[in-house]
């Protein structure tokens, strides 16, 4: 029987506890929208951000941080160009990197960039249910600009596919989180649904996978990050009136995650197994 059977809430825990004691430098290519959320939530959470995209610097920041996120959501050509660096570099140094694969299939410029990081062996790709089937160049992806116009169990197939294709642990978000690399599928439930009323919170999402990537290998890093950040959603959100105020709870909340709250607001189940 595979140890990955055993995935659990206490572990999700444990896996927290070490995050915020090695507090990981976190290097961010993230987007305009996103930026500040991402670095409050990897603060919240117990990392140390960084927002770092010049291509003049990439690569010596690469060296000094414990993991790389790439976001795509606001590109133009020099930060292309600093992005394949920066996953270059990570990739040599042995440093894990996420792909934050966002609005691939809304143009091709952002399709042909988003296959083509995915192909730089990303530890991790995270993206919503539209995102991951484009990126796997599945039928019916959708989507509406950055929005997912998809249901995540309909992207589990695909994400299978993307992870076996390009060797990263793939994660789908949405009312249920999914989590696979290629024969194994973990859900994660919890969260809310004013979550994706607020803008960016998926890529603060892709950036504490990043945090977790730090201190457990790729499939665990991405079960629970998504475990802790699906705790935090739903705490949040018993907090709020409506979107407006989800981000600052959020990142309360992410302050205040432990046992306790993953026991009462998030659930971890293995759907397929290796031998399934
Ligand atoms: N209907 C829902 N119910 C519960 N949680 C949800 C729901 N939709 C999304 N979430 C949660 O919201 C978070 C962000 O996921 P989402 O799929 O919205 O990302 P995204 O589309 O990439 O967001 P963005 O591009 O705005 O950053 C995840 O933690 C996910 O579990
Ligand atoms: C709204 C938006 N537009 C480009 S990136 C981004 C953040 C959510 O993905
Ligand atoms: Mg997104």
């Not at 770092?52 to 996120?69: K, N, P």
Request: aromatic share 4%.
């Amino acid at each position: 029987m595979s140890d990955h059977t055993e995935f659990s809430i206490a572990a999700a825990a444990k896996a927290l506890d070490d995050m915020r004691a090695a507090r990981p430098l976190v290097q961010n290519i993230t987007n305009y929208v996103a930026m500040t959320i991402s670095a409050n939530v990897l603060l919240a959470v117990g990392a140390s951000p960084a927002m770092v995209h010049a291509v003049d610097e990439v690569e010596d920041f690469v060296a000094i941080s414990s993991a790389l996120v790439i976001n795509i959501g606001t590109l133009s050509a020099p930060w292309v160009e600093g992005m394949r660096r920066a996953a270059t570099q990570a990739v040599a140094l042995g440093k894990p990197w996420v792909l934050d694969p966002v609005g691939c299939g809304a143009t091709k410029f952002r399709t042909d960039l988003a296959v083509e990081l995915s192909r730089l062996k990303p530890a991790i790709i995270r993206g919503n249910a539209s995102e991951i089937m484009s990126l796997a160049g599945a039928a019916g992806a959708g989507g509406k600009g950055v929005d997912s116009t998809a249901a995540s169990d309909a992207a589990i197939e695909a994400g299978k596919a993307l992870s076996l294709a390009t060797g990263a642990v793939v994660a789908i978000t949405g009312e249920t989180d999914y989590v696979t690399d290629g024969a194994i599928v973990v859900a994660i439930e919890g969260g809310d649904m004013l979550m994706p009323l607020s803008t960016a919170l998926g890529c603060a999402l892709s950036a504490t996978v990043g945090a977790f990537a730090a201190v457990r290998p790729p499939l665990e890093a991405a079960v629970y990050a998504l475990a802790v950040y699906a705790a935090a959603g739903a705490e949040a959100s018993t907090h709020v009136a409506g979107p407006g105020h989800l981000p600052a709870e959020l990142c309360d909340a992410l302050y205040a995650v432990d046992a306790a709250m993953l026991e009462r607001r998030a659930a971890i189940s293995v759907l397929e197994t290796e031998a399934a």
